[in-house]
Nanobody, 126 residues
Framework: VQLVESGGGLVQAGDSLRLSCAASARTFSINTMGWFRQAPGKEREFVATITWNGGSTYYADSVKGRFTISGDNAKNMVYLQMNNLKPEDTAVYYC????????????????????WGQGTQVTVSS
């Protein structure tokens, strides 16, 4: 599975951005897609995730109500609509895909995902 993110940029606080992630190669094996972010000097943190068959979504508390994750299975795309951006949202945003199937796992842990994109920078100025 290959993942390519796009849509990052420099915006002002309160603005919106939409990130896109295109998946290719063996996409039939994907069961969950997620967005994570990593700010300088910090660990990679969970942002949002969506299950590929049922479309169930989960969000970090810090973005709930502002960010929306969505997916288009037919196009093998996942999106992250980010509204009311804040300076603390500044980070490199990564798209991730999980193909591993297990009964119990945590969508919030980066180690649970099998494939990653190269990341796209989002910078929010105050």
């Amino acid at each position: 599975v290959q993942l390519v993110e796009s849509g990052g940029g420099l915006v002002q606080a309160g603005d919106s951005l939409r990130l896109s992630c295109a998946a290719s190669a063996r996409t039939f094996s994907i069961n969950t897609m997620g967005w994570f972010r990593q700010a300088p000097g910090k660990e990679r943190e969970f942002v949002a995730t969506i299950t590929w068959n049922g479309g169930s979504t989960y969000y970090a508390d810090s973005v709930k109500g502002r960010f929306t994750i969505s997916g288009d299975n037919a196009k093998n795309m996942v999106y992250l609509q980010m509204n009311n951006l804040k300076p603390e949202d500044t980070a490199v945003y990564y798209c991730a895909a999980r193909v591993t199937r297990s009964i119990s796992w945590s969508a919030y842990r980066p180690s649970e995902y099998d494939y990653w994109g190269q990341g796209t920078q989002v910078t929010v100025s105050s």
